[in-house]
């Protein structure tokens, strides 16, 4: 589901109006339209203050049980995905020292897999701020 949707979805499941989002979250009316339709990607910023509003959570990526999901990503801006992309070279770092540091073969054989697909994650971002 992309975060337009949710962002409509989540309104309309606790009934309220684009105004009333808006005053929760400290933004116009106008731009909650935009975000709900998807003619203006939203910050991560006004992502979290939206979902909040919302009591919505939404999970881009779960480290400790091995899930790593990035949907939607065409939403936030290059800044927004350049600091993201910063987080996803930490966190190949990381998972490259434990690997390093492994004794155990299916640990490192896991971690290998986390490996892949946090690089698949920073590929597939890489290649929408290069859009």
Do not use: H, P
């Not at 989540?10 to 909650?32: F, H, M």
């Not at 993201?84 to 054989?109: A, F, G, P, T, W």
């Not at 971690?111 to 701020?129: C, Q």
Request: charged fraction near 35%; proline fraction near 0%; aromatic fraction near 4%.
């Amino acid at each position: 589901m992309k975060l337009c949707e949710l962002i409509k979805r989540g309104r309309r499941t606790i009934d309220i109006s684009k105004t009333q989002l808006a005053e929760k979250v400290g933004c116009t009316a106008r731009a909650i339209e935009y975000w709900e339709s998807g003619e203006r990607k939203i910050s991560l910023e006004n992502a979290d203050k939206v979902f909040k509003a919302l009591d919505i959570t939404v999970c881009i990526g779960k480290r400790k049980n091995k899930v790593l999901k990035v949907r939607d990503i065409e939403m936030f801006d290059n800044k927004e995905l350049t600091r993201v992309m910063s987080m996803v070279v930490n966190e190949s770092v990381k998972i490259q020292k434990e690997i390093n540091e492994c004794d155990s073969e299916l640990e490192r054989e896991s971690l290998e897999r986390d490996l892949m697909t946090v690089n698949a994650i920073g590929s597939k971002i890489s290649k929408v701020i290069n859009k």
